[in-house]
């Protein structure tokens, strides 16, 4: 059977995915950790704002492959997949639930910790918008979904394993180096995605950072200085 290679997955989505990995891994260890690295921690949260922020705009106007079009499951390709009948490249249909699923729980996750406090001095960074009570409560929220998402990780892990052990089909290459080997005939290079569109989303991503950052909320008034303790 002659096969060729096609370009799969381009640069910013390869960066974005294992920039994200050790953002996750940072964000979970020093989360648990708390006490002072809760500074770190919530600054490895802002820079996954805007990670999901860019992913958010390059699955729009990245390249082929890259985009939500090319990869949102209907029911029509889901049972194709199921049925063994799917012969398409990219994230299949039934893995593509996951990666919105996986997206999805990280911007709960971030979304939630933005507001959040840890009972002692900190407070996220847009904390100050919100009531005492309602960020308590979106803290609840962050400890919880915080289980749900490492679930899907282990599963995203198990689903590439099963690929690579079962089905003989090595995902991460392609997530390594951006070529997939296919089929001759079977699918072509992705294409689009260029520089243009790589400025425009990092752009709307660093403001998304700026804003999620609380950098232009008023700083809080210091409060006045205590008189003097009278010596009588
Ligand atoms: C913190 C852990 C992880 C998270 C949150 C995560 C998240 C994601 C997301 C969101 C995608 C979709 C990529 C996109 O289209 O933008 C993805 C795809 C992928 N991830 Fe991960 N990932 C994690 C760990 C890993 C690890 C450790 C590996 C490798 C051993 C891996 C291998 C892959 C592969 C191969 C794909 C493409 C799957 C396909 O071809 O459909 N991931 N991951
Ligand atoms: C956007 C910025 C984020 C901020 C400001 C933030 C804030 C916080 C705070 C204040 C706590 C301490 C809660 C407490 O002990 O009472 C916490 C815990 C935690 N956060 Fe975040 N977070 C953010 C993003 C994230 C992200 C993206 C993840 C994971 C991907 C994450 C995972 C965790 C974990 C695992 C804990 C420990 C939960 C537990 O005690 O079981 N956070 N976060």
Redesign the pocket.
């Known amino acids: 059977m002659n096969r060729q290679r096609i370009r799969l997955w381009d640069l910013p989505t390869r960066v974005f995915h294992w920039s994200l990995v050790v ?2 891994v940072a ?6 950790i ?1 006490g002072n690295l ?1 500074v770190w ?6 820079a ?2 805007g990670l999901l922020a860019f992913r958010l705009v390059w699955g729009l106007i990245g390249s082929t492959y890259a985009r939500f079009l090319s990869f949102i499951p209907t029911p029509a390709s889901l049972l194709a997949y199921l049925r063994g009948q799917w012969h398409g490249v990219g994230h299949n249909p039934l893995g593509a639930f996951s990666v919105f699923g996986l997206l999805g729980l ?1 911007a709960l ?12 001095a ?6 100050a918008l919100v009531s005492g009570d309602l960020s308590d409560w979106l ?1 609840g929220v ?2 919880l979904s ?2 749900l ?2 679930a899907l990780i282990v599963l995203h892990l198990a689903a590439i394993t099963f690929y690579a052990r079962v089905k003989k089909d090595n995902l991460v290459q392609p997530m390594l180096t951006g070529w997939k080997e296919v089929e001759a005939g079977r699918a072509e290079s992705a294409s689009g995605g260029g520089r243009l569109a790589f400025c425009g989303a990092l752009l709307i991503a660093l403001a998304v950072v700026y804003g ?1 950052s609380g950098a232009w909320l008023p700083t809080p008034a210091t409060p006045p200085a205590s008189a003097p303790t009278p010596a009588w």
């Open positions: 953002l996750v964000s979970v260890v020093s989360g648990k708390g809760i921690h919530s600054r490895c949260g802002l996954i704002v990280l996750q971030a979304g939630t910790g933005l507001f959040g406090n840890d009972d002692i900190f407070r996220g960074p847009l904390a803290t962050h400890k915080i289980n998402l490492i999620a």
